[in-house]
């Protein structure tokens, strides 16, 4: 077994070129504790950066398959995985694949050099609107984390010096190619960053944030430099003055803030995972706090029902998203009468090929009725979502709607609830123009919603369609968002929350009118013939539990989306 070198001397040294004959600040943030390693620490506390690779049992690494993908935070999470194994293993296959993937960083094809030193690996794609060679703080202070772990455990000082060099580039402005953000309220570390970008062009995603900042601590942690645990306090600092934005919006969080988006339920898992991790290693209270939000928010939008047959439920389908199930593998774990604990298997939502109600639900019966149950989620690294006591089935939380109908532009006729959609109708005018491109389905009726009940309209299209949804509640505003595809031939509950529409916040707990939007240019509709859509009744649901035994009385499904 290779032997972690317990207190590298050099690690004790203060780093002369971060000398500052000037005092560091000062930021209300603990002291950073001191260790001697950044590999000899207990899995949660490190849970986040392995979270995406939860196994390890193939041994060998296609480090050419992850070096064509571009991705150079895959690398050093794979890397920083395969040396924490290898430490505590010793297998040599391990050892010989951590050396491989070392190699890999050192020929990355697209890496900033200064002195001939590589300090900066870019990605090599391009990501929406960001060309090929833009960097991140995720893996400017994560691929300095796994080599300097290389540098411990394969024993090769070199590792550490290429890994300390990259902290000093990663510790600058983005303006000057680092990913720290700085001004008098603290530090924020940069997910996204390019050439010529300004303070102005951040997104502030809170993951990413989270995710260097954790790096970094270790780093502060095991070199105990003085400019490096002051940028991680300043990011403590920095992330206490924007924890409240954001959480500002009711019964959620945002998953960034230029501009505001809702953090799909994913993120939101994730999120906890980090500030939990976080929490055990620093010991910041601000970490605990944030977690504890986010944990109520779960429990608020995907609640632990006890059904009157005496069955559990825990549903995949909720808020802000209900067409996007969460993505990771989640179990239910309850406290029975007699003290034991009780756990159903995982449920796997992204599964394909199995139907859609045995992926959207935990549906399982325990052997007496628990007092309380955890969610966990077991990505390799167990993280509890929420506890909570199961709540009693209640049969009044759904209720069913008749609107009127109306239609504009491409919609050009209703028989009874069946609209006829033609797309050439209006075509000719000005093929460019909205009122060529889409069919507008309005249906009117009052509809009541809230921040944690559920509503949609079930739709039977003849032609696979892609729509939008705008929502205007009883004062006159309006949302509008977009949505996943229907399929031809398939009932799907178009459902809704109040959630996921953009500043949501705006809406009273009224709306007035729902319009379907169906996309008709022929990029979205090659063939521009004329079809039916079959439409039924606006549906509300006051929470998951009304929600799974109305797909399981009416056989409709809910559209799934990326």
């Given amino acids: 077994m290779p032997i972690l070198v317990a207190a590298l001397a050099i690690s004790a040294l203060t780093l002369a070129w971060w000398t500052s004959s000037s005092p560091a600040p000062r930021w209300d943030a603990l002291p950073v504790k001191q260790s001697s ?250 970490f605990t706090e944030m977690q504890l939000v986010r944990q109520r928010d779960l429990a608020l939008q995907y609640p632990v029902h006890a059904m009157d047959d005496g069955k559990l439920l825990f549903s995949h389908v909720g808020a802000p998203h209900p067409y996007l199930l969460d993505t990771y593998p989640v179990s239910l774990e309850c406290k029975l009468p007699n003290g034991e604990l009780w756990r159903t298997e995982s449920n796997f939502p992204h599964r394909q090929g199995e139907e859609f109600l045995k992926r959207a639900f935990i549906v399982a019966t325990p052997p007496a009725p628990p007092s309380s149950c955890k969610a966990i989620s077991d990505n390799g690294v167990q993280a509890t979502l929420f506890e909570m006591p199961p709540l009693p089935e209640r049969r009044d939380q759904h209720a069913t709607l008749t609107p009127t109908v109306s239609v504009a532009f491409d919609a050009v006729a209703i028989d009874d609830r069946t609209v006829t959609v033609a797309p050439l109708f209006s075509a000719a005018a000005d093929p460019a123009h909205y009122t060529s491109t889409r069919a507008n389905i309005a249906l009117e009726t009052e509809i009541p919603i809230s921040t944690t009940s559920l509503f949609g309209i079930e739709v039977s299209p003849s032609r696979d369609i892609a729509i939008g949804i705008t929502v205007e509640d009883d004062h006159g505003t309006r949302a509008t968002r977009y949505y996943p595809g229907l399929r031809a031939g398939e009932t799907s509950l178009v459902l809704l929350s109040k959630v996921g529409f953009p500043k949501y916040e705006s809406l009273t707990d009224r709306l007035s009118k729902l319009t379907i939007h169906v996309w008709t240019d022929p990029e979205n509709l090659p063939d521009q013939g004329p079809f039916e859509m079959e439409l039924g009744n606006v549906v509300t649901f006051g929470n998951t539990l009304a929600l799974y035994r109305y797909l399981v009385d009416s056989g409709s499904v809910v559209p799934q989306g990326q």
């Avoid at 991680?232 to 945002?254: E, H, M």
Wanted: hydrophobic share 45%; with cysteine.
């Fill in 37 to 286: 390693s950044v590999v000899d620490v207990a899995l949660p506390l490190v849970a986040p950066f392995f979270w995406f690779y939860p196994t390890t049992r193939e041994v060998a690494t296609d480090w050419e398959a992850m070096t064509a993908k571009g991705d150079p935070l895959r690398v050093a999470e794979h890397l920083y995985r395969r040396l924490y194994d290898y430490a505590r293993t010793g297998d040599p296959e391990l050892g010989d694949d951590a050396r491989a993937g070392v190699d890999t960083l050192l020929k990355w094809p697209n890496v900033l050099r200064e002195g001939g030193q590589i300090v900066r690996w870019n990605y090599d794609f391009d990501y929406e609107d960001l060309k090929s060679g833009w960097w991140s703080g995720m893996d400017g202070f994560a691929t300095p984390l796994a080599l300097y772990a290389a540098s411990e455990v394969l024993e090769d000082v070199t590792l550490r010096t290429l890994a300390l060099a990259a902290l000093r580039q990663a510790i600058k402005s983005p303006t000057a190619g680092g990913s720290i953000w700085r001004d008098a309220s603290g530090c924020w570390l940069s997910e996204f960053s390019w050439p010529n970008m300004s303070v102005n062009d951040e997104y502030f995603v809170l993951n990413g944030h989270l995710y260097g900042m954790q790096a970094l601590y270790l780093l502060a942690s095991a070199t105990q430099d003085p400019e490096l645990v002051e940028a991680y306090q300043c990011a403590v600092a920095g992330t206490r003055a924007k924890a409240d934005a954001f959480n500002a919006i009711p019964d959620w969080s945002l998953y960034m803030l230029n501009e505001a988006s809702v953090s799909p339920p994913h993120y939101v898992i994730f999120e906890s995972v980090q500030l939990s991790s976080l929490a055990a290693l620093t010991g910041e209270k601000l």
